[in-house]
C-alpha cells in the first residue's frame, strides 16, 4: 500500500541560507588575511584583527560554516529522497541547524579573543569543543532514525559516504580533542610534542578526508546523475572505491610529519597509505566523470554542470597532487611554504566551492518552484570563479617552488645563498598579490550566486513541505536477482554498515598511534630538557593565543639547509613537556626552535614592537597591545598543577612559589631591557613572551 | 634534488611537444586553407554529404575509437544490457566494470606502497633521513674542500681574526658601507650612533677596538649581550669590509651619538 508523506524543504533552505552567509564571510576574513600577507597594516593596529588570530577564523569558518552548512544542506534534500522518508525528527533537525550556527558564532566570538587551543582546524576551546560533539550527535540520531524508518529497503551509494562521514568525525573530533581543562577557556592537550602532533595530523587530515571529501562524494553520486539525468557509470567501482577510500585514507595522516621528529616507521605508513589513495580516490572522479557520458552537450549548456565538471576536476587534480606532495623527496621542497596554501585551495575552491554552487542552482529553483533568474549571471560566475582559482593558485605554486628552493641555495664557497630569511619572502610578495586578486575574483562570484539565487527566490515560493509517496517497506522480504549479492545485503543493514565502516576507519589509526603511545624507544628522552619555568609556561600561552604557530614553525628538519640556517635538527626527546606541540605547518616567518639566546632581549622586544625597524621589510604586524596588557598571573597555580597533572616534573607544592620565581625571572628581563633604554614594567606580557623565546631550544644547545 | 627538476622539465617538454602537435597541425590547415581555399557548402551539398555519411555509417558495424577502447568503455548503444534493476529516487546505476586501467593503477601503488616499506624498514637499502642527512654534510664537505684546491678560489674566504687587516680602499668602504646599512643600522643606528647596541664612532669599546677584534666580535657575536653571529650569513671579506667601514667612522661625531660605554681605547 502507498504511503503519502512530506519531505522537509524548510530545513533545505535553512541550511542552504547560512552556507551562502557564512561563505561570505568566511571567504572575506580569507582575502582580509591574505592581503596583510603583503600590507601588514592591514591588521588595523589591533590585537582582534591581526593575522595570528583571524587565520583560523578563515579556515574554520570555510570549513566548518561554509562546508558544514553545504554538507548538511545536501544530506538534508538527498536523504530524504533516497530513502522516501521525511526526517527523523523536525525537532532535531531544528537542534542541528541551530546548535550549529551557535558553535559557528561562538567561533566567531572566541578565536578573535585569542581563544584558542592551537591544534590547527581544531583550534576551539573545550566547551565548544563538548557542544560540537553533542550536535553531531544530533545528527547522527537523526540521520540514523531516517534511516531505520526509511522505505527504499537497500542504500544508495551517497548514504554510504554519509554513514562514514558521521562516524569517522565523530571518532576524530573525539580523539583529537582530549583536554585537561584549566579554566572555562583554557585547556592543555593531554598529548604532548610527537604523540600530540601525530594525533593533531591524524584528525587534520582525515578531516579533509571524512568533511571536505566523502560528504561531497556523497553529494556528488546524487546530484551529479539527477542534475545530467545519467546513470551511475558503475556500481563495482561504487563499492571499491567507497571501501577501500576509507580504509586507505586514515591511515595517510603521517606525511605532514615527513622529516620531523616522528618515527620513521610511522612517516613510512603515511607516504605508503598516501600512494595507495590515488586511485580510490580516482574512483570518485571517473565515476562522476563517465556518469556524464553521452551528456556533455548538456555540459555545454548548463551552468550547473559546468561547475560540477570543474569541481570533479579539481578534485582529481588535489587527489594526485597530494600523494606526489606525500613523497618524501618532492615534501622536502614543498613543505613549509605556499605550495601546500595552492594545494589545499585547489581542494577547497574547486571540489567543495564548486560543487556547492552547483548544487545550490540546482536545487533553490527547485525547492522554490521556480527556475533560475539569470543563466547569464550563473555562467558570469562560473568564469569569473575559474579565473580567480587559476589566479589564485598559480602564482601560490610559483611562490612556493621560488621560496623552497631559496631556502636550500648554497654557494660555492659553502654558505647559503639567502641567509636572510626575510629576503625569500620579499621575493614573493608579487604573488601574494596576485593571489589576491584571485581571491577577489572569486569571492565577486559568490556575491553574483548571491545576487541571482536571491532574485531567483523572489520569483517563487518555498515548498516547505513537499508531497511523495511511496509503499512501506514488506515485512518478509525476499531478496530477488542481485538483491542476493553480498554487497546488496549489507546495503539493508544500516546498523551492520555503520560498525563495518567503524572497524575499518579504526584499524589505520589504532596501528600508527599506540606504539608511538606505548613503545618508549619512539621517542628517546633528553635529561638536559626541563620543564618551563612559570614565567615561559605563561609566554608560551601567549605565544598560543596571539597564533604565532601560524607562521612560525619550531620543527627544523634534517637538512643541511635548516641546520645551518637554524641549527641543530629537532629530536622527539625536546618536546616532553610541550602541551600541545607547536611544530607548525607553514613558514611565513623563520623557525624558532633554536631562537633562545640567538638575539639579545632587547632585539626581540623591538622587533615586536616595530618588526620594520629591526628587519626592514618584515610583513611582521607590530604587537604593540604586548607592552600595556599585564600578564595575568593569577592562572599560574592552576596551569602548573594541570601540567602536573599531565606528566610534567614539577616539584610537589611548586604551584605555592611560581609566582615568586615568575615575578624574579620577569624583573630580570625588565632590568636587562632597562640597560639598553627600554623602560619596561615587569608585569607586562610581553616580558613572559620574551623568557619564552629565549628558551626556546636552549635546553640542548651544544656549549 | 635535481632529480625533481629532471622530472619537472620533461613533463614540461612533453606538454610543449603536445602543444607543438597541436600548433602544428593548425598551421597546417590554416596554411592549406589560405592556398586553396574550400568552398562554402550549399545546404543541398551539406544535405547530399550528411545522407552520403549516414549511408556508411549503416553499412560499417560500430567500431569503438581507441580512445574508449583505452578507457575500458562499452560503446554507449550497449547500456540498456548494463543497467541494474534497482532505482533510487530515478537514479539508476550501470553494471559497468571498473576498467582495466584503473585496476592497474591500484594495484600498482599497492605494490609501490610495499616495495616503499620493504626498502625503508625491512631490508634497509634506502636511508633514514638521520643517514640522508650524514651524507647530505658529507657531501657538503667534499664539495668544499674541492672548492679551496681549485686555483684563485677562496682567497677572500681565507680572511680571519687573526690575519685580518685594515683597508681604507674606498671600493673596500663603500661595500662596508652598503653591508653595515642592511645589517648593523637596525641596533647600532643609521650612522652608528647607537642605538640598542653602542655607539661605534668615539673611542670607547666594549669587546675591543682594533680591527681584529671588531672582525672577532662581528663574526661571533656576543650572544648573552644581544649581538648576533655573523659568521653564517656574511662572508669573511664582508665582516672584513664593514670592520674597515666601522674603524673609518671613528670621530665622526654624528647627531644623537649615545653615551660612551666601555674602555676607551686609541
Known amino acids: 500500500m502507498t504511503e503519502k508523506f512530506y519531505y522537509d524543504n524548510k530545513i533545505v533552505r535553512n541550511f542552504a541560507i547560512a552556507t551562502i552567509a557564512w561563505g561570505i564571510i568566511g571567504m572575506t576574513v580569507g582575502l582580509l588575511i591574505a592581503m596583510q600577507l603583503f600590507k601588514p597594516a592591514l591588521n588595523m593596529g589591533s590585537q582582534y584583527t591581526t593575522f595570528g588570530r583571524i587565520r583560523p577564523l578563515h579556515t574554520n569558518a570555510v570549513i566548518f560554516a561554509f562546508v558544514g552548512n553545504a554538507i548538511f544542506m545536501g544530506v538534508y534534500y538527498s536523504l530524504q529522497r533516497l530513502l522516501k522518508a521525511r526526517m527523523f525528527s523536525d525537532v532535531l533537525s531544528k537542534i542541528h541547524f541551530w546548535g550549529w550556527q551557535l558553535i559557528i558564532i561562538s567561533a566567531v566570538i572566541t578565536l578573535p579573543l585569542g581563544l584558542t587551543s592551537s591544534h590547527e582546524y581544531a583550534e576551539l576551546e573545550w566547551p565548544i569543543d563538548i557542544a560540537i560533539t553533542l550536535i553531531w550527535v544530533v545528527f547522527g540520531v537523526n540521520m540514523f532514525g531516517t534511516i531505520i524508518k526509511r522505505r527504499e529497503k537497500h542504500m544508495y551509494v551517497a548514504i554510504w559516504f554519509y554513514i562514514a562521514t558521521f562516524v569517522t568525525v565523530a571518532v576524530l573530533h573525539i580523539v583529537n580533542s582530549f583536554e585537561l581543562p584549566v579554566s572555562a577557556f583554557k585547556s592543555y592537550y593531554l598529548y604532548a610534542g610527537v604523540q600530540d602532533a601525530l594525533v593533531q595530523w591524524w584528525y587534520g587530515h582525515n578531516a579533509v578526508a571524512f568533511f571536505l571529501t566523502t560528504p561531497y562524494l556523497g553529494m556528488m553520486y546524487y546530484f551529479l546523475p539527477k542534475m545530467a539525468q545519467r546513470p551511475i557509470y558503475s556500481y563495482k567501482l561504487s563499492i571499491l572505491h567507497f571501501w577501500s577510500l576509507i580504509f586507505i585514507y586514515i591511515w595517510a595522516g603521517p606525511h605532514h610529519l615527513l622529516y620531523t621528529s616522528l618515527p620513521g616507521w610511522a612517516q613510512s605508513l603515511g607516504v605508503a597509505f598516501s600512494v595507495m589513495l590515488i586511485a580510490p580516490s580516482w574512483g570518485g572522479m571517473i565515476n562522476g566523470l563517465l556518469t556524464l557520458r553521452g551528456a556533455w552537450d548538456k555540459v555545454r549548456e548548463d551552468a550547473t554542470l559546468k561547475f560540477m565538471v570543474v569541481g570533479i576536476t579539481a578534485y582529481g587534480m588535489a587527489t594526485f597532487e597530494g600523494p606526489m606532495l606525500a613523497l618524501k623527496q618532492i615534501n622536502a621542497i614543498a613543505h613549509y611554504t605556499d605550495w601546500i596554501v595552492a594545494h589545499v585551495h585547489v581542494g577547497a575552491l574547486g571540489w567543495n566551492g564548486f560543487l556547492t554552487f552547483g548544487i545550490l542552482y540546482w536545487l533553490i529553483p527547485r525547492i522554490y518552484r521556480t527556475s533560475l533568474y539569470s543563466k547569464k549571471l550563473a555562467s558570469f560566475h562560473f568564469w569569473i570563479g575559474t579565473l580567480g582559482i587559476i589566479f589564485y593558485a598559480v602564482p601560490l605554486y610559483f611562490a612556493g617552488f621560488t621560496q623552497g628552493l631559496m631556502w636550500k641555495e648554497f654557494t660555492e664557497e659553502g654558505m647559503l645563498r639567502y641567509p636572510n630569511f626575510l629576503e625569500t619572502v620579499l621575493q614573493i610578495l608579487p604573488m601574494y598579490v596576485l593571489r589576491a586578486i584571485g581571491g577577489g575574483l572569486y569571492l565577486i562570484g559568490v556575491i553574483v550566486m548571491t545576487y541571482n539565487l536571491i532574485k531567483t527566490v523572489g520569483t517563487g515560493k518555498l515548498l516547505a513541505n513537499e508531497p511523495a509517496e511511496a509503499p512501506a517497506l514488506p515485512e518478509n522480504y525476499q531478496p530477488q536477482g542481485s538483491d542476493k549479492k553480498l554487497h546488496r545485503m549489507l546495503e539493508r543493514k544500516p546498523m551492520v554498515f555503520l560498525v563495518l565502516s567503524l572497524v575499518v576507519i579504526l584499524i589505520g589509526g589504532m596501528v600508527e598511534m599506540m606504539p608511538t603511545f606505548t613503545i618508549k624507544s619512539n621517542i628517546p628522552t633528553i635529561s638536559s630538557v626541563k620543564p618551563y619555568t612559570p614565567l615561559e609556561l605563561q609566554g608560551r600561552d601567549l605565544y598560543i593565543k596571539e597564533g604565532c604557530v601560524s607562521c612560525h614553525s619550531q620543527m627544523i628538519r634534517p637538512f643541511r639547509s635548516e641546520t645551518e640556517r637554524y641549527g641543530e635538527y629537532s629530536k622527539a626527546g625536546e618536546f616532553v613537556y610541550d602541551h600541545p606541540h607547536l611544530w607548525g605547518s607553514k613558514r611565513t616567518g623563520p623557525d624558532l626552535q633554536r631562537e633562545g639566546g640567538k638575539y639579545g632581549n632587547a632585539w626581540h622586544f623591538n622587533h615586536m614592537m616595530d618588526p620594520q625597524t629591526m628587519s626592514p621589510g618584515s610583513i611582521m604586524p607590530p604587537y604593540e597591545w604586548l607592552v600595556t596588557q599585564s600578564l595575568d598571573t593569577s592562572t599560574t597555580r592552576s596551569k602548573i598543577n594541570a601540567m602536573r597533572t599531565l606528566g610534567v616534573p614539577y616539584e610537589a607544592g611548586y604551584e605555592n612559589r611560581a609566582n615568586r620565581d615568575l615575578d624574579a625571572q620577569a624583573r630580570a628581563i625588565a632590568d636587562d631591557l632597562q640597560k639598553n633604554n627600554i623602560k619596561v614594567k615587569s608585569d607586562k606580557e610581553i616580558i613572559a613572551l620574551i623568557a619564552y623565546l629565549q628558551r626556546l631550544g636552549t635546553d640542548i644547545k651544544a656549549k | ?266
Not at chain 2, 586553396?36 to 543541398?44: C, G, I, K, N, Q
Not at chain 2, 661595500?175 to 647596541?197: I, M, R, Y
Request: proline residues 5%; negative net charge; hydrophobic residues 40%.
Open chain 2, 1 to 266: 634534488m635535481s632529480d625533481i627538476l629532471i622530472w619537472a622539465l620533461l613533463f614540461v617538454s612533453v606538454s610543449i611537444l603536445v602543444v607543438s602537435v597541436l600548433v602544428l597541425k593548425v598551421i597546417k590547415i590554416y596554411i592549406q586553407q589560405s592556398l586553396h581555399p574550400s568552398r562554402l557548402a550549399t545546404a543541398e551539398e551539406k544535405e547530399q554529404y550528411r545522407l552520403e555519411q549516414e549511408g556508411l555509417q549503416m553499412e560499417k558495424p560500430e567500431k569503438s575509437s581507441i580512445w574508449t577502447k583505452l578507457l575500458g568503455l562499452k560503446p554507449l548503444s550497449e547500456e540498456k544490457e548494463l543497467v541494474m534493476e534497482h532505482e533510487f529516487d530515478g537514479i539508476a546505476e550501470l553494471d559497468n566494470p571498473t576498467p582495466a586501467w584503473f585496476m592497474v593503477l591500484f594495484y600498482g601503488t599497492i605494490f609501490f606502497a610495499i616495495a616503499y616499506m620493504v626498502n625503508y624498514h625491512v631490508i634497509g637499502w634506502g636511508k633514514s633521513q638521520e643517514q640522508e642527512y650524514a651524507a647530505e654534510l658529507q657531501q657538503a664537505e667534499d664539495e668544499h674542500i674541492a672548492y679551496l684546491q681549485k686555483p684563485g678560489a677562496g682567497t677572500a674566504n681565507k680572511i680571519n681574526e687573526s690575519n685580518v687587516a685594515q683597508s681604507t680602499d674606498k671600493a673596500v668602504l663603500q661595500a662596508g658601507g652598503a653591508l653595515f646599512k642592511t645589517a648593523c643600522s637596525p641596533c647600532h643606528g643609521e650612522h652608528a650612533e647607537g642605538a640598542v647596541g653602542p655607539n661605534l664612532t668615539d673611542d670607547y669599546w666594549l669587546h675591543g677596538g682594533k680591527v681584529k677584534e671588531i672582525f672577532k666580535t662581528i663574526k661571533y657575536g656576543v650572544p648573552e649581550k644581544g649581538m648576533i653571529a655573523w659568521e653564517k650569513q656574511l662572508k669573511p671579506k664582508q665582516i672584513s669590509d664593514i670592520a674597515s667601514y666601522i674603524l673609518s667612522l671613528k670621530g665622526s661625531n654624528p647627531a644623537g651619538a649615545k653615551a660612551p660605554q666601555g674602555k676607551k681605547e686609541e
